[in-house]
């Protein structure tokens, strides 16, 4: 049997890893002294009513190489091949630990994948490799699909509100007067090696026709699904996906709850896509 394991990153829900057959490693998130674990003790809806009612920014902390090493050896030491899909390395100390366990295990059965992504973009590969897994491939298979489709995964984000981009130390003081003032709203794509800013829009009705806007330029491929993600803004995702229907965007659509960690950068009130591109 081939089990996948990812972390919380990937917005999905332990009620969907459940019914997808997966594992997913909780990410911590600390609101002062009180501590959660992401999508266990802590929905991530439940995370945007403490994030908007505290007075300080969350802090957070990556899956630790004991609890990786503890799963990996479980599931190798059954007889299963392990996939373990995880949020880029660049944005995130879990794959670090992913891989210090791995060298402690050292089994060919065990393989890891950095996603290059994260949010929409994770969760979009991780189910992509749940329908590949069903399909009755092997481990190497399933890895080799997988990584063929890094290339052509894009994950797009629009902030609402760059408070939070801002208290973080993402931008400027003087740029967040600027979205104060005019409603500027920064589109952020997610790369391997980190978060790019590649536009901006102004007022949430923009910010929702520029992501039909890109589906119509860099189309997506109908043969995977299409994500799109929200920060606890499930009326706004519901809207952008009958914009994609009429639009005539054909993909079958997740929607998911973007996960504490990604959510402690752009606040609530947030919506983007993840999808391949065709």
């Known amino acids: 049997m081939i089990r996948i394991i990812t972390d919380s990153l990937c917005d999905l829900t332990m009620a969907d890893a459940q019914k997808m057959n997966i594992d997913i490693m909780p990410l911590l998130v600390r609101f002062g002294e009180d501590e959660y674990k992401c999508g266990v003790d802590l929905s991530n809806e439940e995370f945007y009513t403490k994030l908007e009612q505290s007075s300080e ?12 090493q503890e799963i990996f050896r479980k599931y190798i ?33 065990l393989h890891l994948i950095d996603c290059e ?28 699909q997988i990584r063929s489709l890094l290339p052509k995964t894009l994950t797009y984000m629009i902030v609402d509100n760059m408070d939070y981009l801002h208290q973080g130390g993402r931008i ?17 794509r997610l790369l391997a090696d980190g978060v790019k800013p590649v536009d901006k829009v102004r007022g949430r009705k923009s910010a929702n026709a520029w992501l039909v806007n890109i589906l119509k330029e860099q189309p997506a491929d109908t043969n995977y699904k299409l994500v799109i993600g929200h920060s606890n803004a499930i009326e706004r ?3 952008l996906k009958e914009q ?11 929607i998911t709850c973007i996960a504490p960690i990604v959510g402690t950068h752009i606040g609530p009130n947030s919506i983007g896509i993840g999808y391949i591109k065709g």
């Open 57 to 68: 920014i969350p802090t957070t902390a990556a899956v630790n190489p004991y609890e990786f």
């Open 237 to 239: 995702a519901e809207t």
């Open 244 to 254: 994609f229907r009429e639009a005539g965007i054909e993909n079958e659509i997740l």
């Open 117 to 144: 992504n994260g949010a929409m973009g994770q969760a979009l590969l991780i189910a992509t490799a749940v329908d590949i897994r069903d399909s009755g491939v092997t481990a190497e298979e399933l890895c080799e």
């Open 172 to 188: 400027s003081a003087s740029a967040e007067e600027v979205n104060e003032t005019v409603r500027i709203h920064p589109v952020l």
């Open 77 to 109: 030491d059954a007889g299963d091949d392990v996939v373990a899909i995880l949020f880029s390395k660049h944005m995130s100390a879990t794959y670090q630990s992913a891989t210090i366990a791995a060298d402690e295990i050292e089994s060919d059965k």
